[in-house]
Nanobody
């Protein structure tokens, strides 16, 4: 059974850090581009970072670049999102998603598998 599960969300003060994990089961994440998305109340789902399969190159949207870092541990079949200098505007449900045969895109429809999400709340 193919499954993605996020963990590591929670409540943190502004300026703090969290590390989100995206664990895969039933398939190998290293063959997939993994994206992190978030959705705040009343807003559309937004792609914020991705790590490509193969060379492991990454991409970030402007609002998180320099604060967030995406990485993968193929031995653990897990992708991480290290989030530093968190702001109240980062409050959202965070999702990871896996896309096969895609590269460099954060269009949600391009991704094949999704996790259920984990809540991140940043208090100001």
């Amino acid at each position: 059974q193919v499954q993605l599960v996020e963990s590591g969300g929670g409540l943190v003060q502004a300026g703090g850090s969290l590390r989100l994990s995206c664990a895969g089961s039933g398939f190998s994440l290293d063959y997939y581009t993994i994206g992190w998305f978030r959705q705040a109340p009343g807003k559309e789902r937004e792609g914020i970072a991705l790590i490509n399969s193969g060379d492991g190159s990454s991409y970030y949207i402007d609002s998180v670049r320099g604060r967030f870092t995406i990485s993968r541990d193929n031995a653990k079949n897990t992708v991480y999102l290290q989030m530093n200098s968190l702001k109240s505007s980062d409050t959202a449900v965070y999702y990871c998603a896996a896309g096969f045969a895609i590269r460099g895109t954060l269009v949600p429809a391009q991704y094949d598998y999704w996790g259920p999400g984990t809540q991140v709340t940043v208090s100001s």
